[in-house]
């Protein structure tokens, strides 16, 4: 198994190899028994250079003839086809799309007929949702009462526009999901350490999470206008303030940018890089 950077953590990820491939779940998820999940890594794939090897987008000019194998192996992976794969259309908004069986496939085998999509829900048996990363923050969400799942990309802007909330009240919405059924994840991405930036963003967070020590919790000032933010604890807070119960709630220990050779960041790499994905979906009915 690669050696990787790990933050202290209570709630640590689980890495998982098989053959070539490693790729990362949360044990909270795996706990539930209702769905097949994983975060991909760099490893285990067939595409060169700077997508080496596992990279997951057909948009970064990598080869299409790559990024099918790759996707082919990750359905191995989770035990379901890539035609039962649906993906994202990340432009960092808060949009979430209610994803249904004549959407499979979508994204890799049949055109996307939907844009600026960054959450994905379904309560369709059978179906993997798919979103896309090299930095931004991964929510997964479970609701083990009426049997629906949600996968949402949460950059600086999509934690500001508090992504997890939107993504829980869209679950009930259309499933009735209360929060306090809901299990939750943060996945790997970019730790408060790496993530530098500027004023007018920090100034955003500081008018969004206004509630007590949510400022110096989630900021922490290096001055000349540069501040280092905690985009893990940032969704954290969202996810309670939009009432998942901590104790339901699993954060990452794994930053992507801290492990450059092991998961793709596009501030490590300056933009030089492949997507890496994570993936959910309800397990099919026997």
Not at 42 to 62: E, K, P, Q
Not at 114 to 132: E, H, Q, S
Not at 203 to 219: M, Q, S, V
Request: proline residues 4%.
């Amino acid at each position: 198994m690669e050696k990787i950077k790990r933050k202290p953590n209570r709630l640590q990820m689980k890495q998982n190899r098989q053959g070539a491939a490693e790729y990362l779940t949360f044990p909270l998820i795996e706990e539930t028994g209702a769905v097949r999940h994983l975060f991909s890594t760099r490893l285990g794939g067939v595409s060169d250079g700077i997508f080496a090897s596992m990279n997951l987008s057909y948009t970064r000019g990598d080869e299409k003839a790559a990024v099918d194998e790759n996707y082919r192996r990750i359905a191995g992976l989770l035990g379901c086809e890539p035609e039962d794969i649906v993906c994202s259309d990340q432009t960092h908004t808060t949009n979430i799309r209610v994803v249904e069986e004549k959407d499979k496939g979508k994204g890799i085998i049949r055109p996307k007929d939907y844009t600026d999509i960054d959450g994905l829900i379904t309560n369709v048996p059978g179906i993997v949702l798919a979103t896309f990363y090299a930095d931004c923050v991964p929510l997964f969400f479970i609701d083990t009462e009426k049997k629906a799942v949600g996968l949402s990309h949460s950059g600086w802007r999509g934690t500001v526009g508090r992504m997890g909330q939107c993504t829980i009240e869209a679950m009930q919405k259309a499933y009735g999901t209360r929060p306090e059924d809901v299990v939750a994840a943060i996945g790997p991405s970019i730790c408060q350490d790496c993530y530098e930036v500027s004023e007018d963003v920090a100034d955003a967070f500081y008018r969004e999470f206004h509630g007590p020590g949510h400022g110096e919790a989630i900021l922490l000032s290096k001055g000349n206008g540069k501040y280092q933010l905690n985009l893990w604890r940032a969704n954290q807070i969202v996810l309670e303030e939009a009432g998942v119960l901590p104790e339901k709630i699993q954060v990452t220990d794994i930053c992507t940018c801290c492990n450059p050779a092991y998961l793709f960041s596009h501030r490590a790499s300056q933009g030089k890089r492949g997507n890496l994905g994570a993936f959910l979906g309800l397990l099919s009915e026997n």
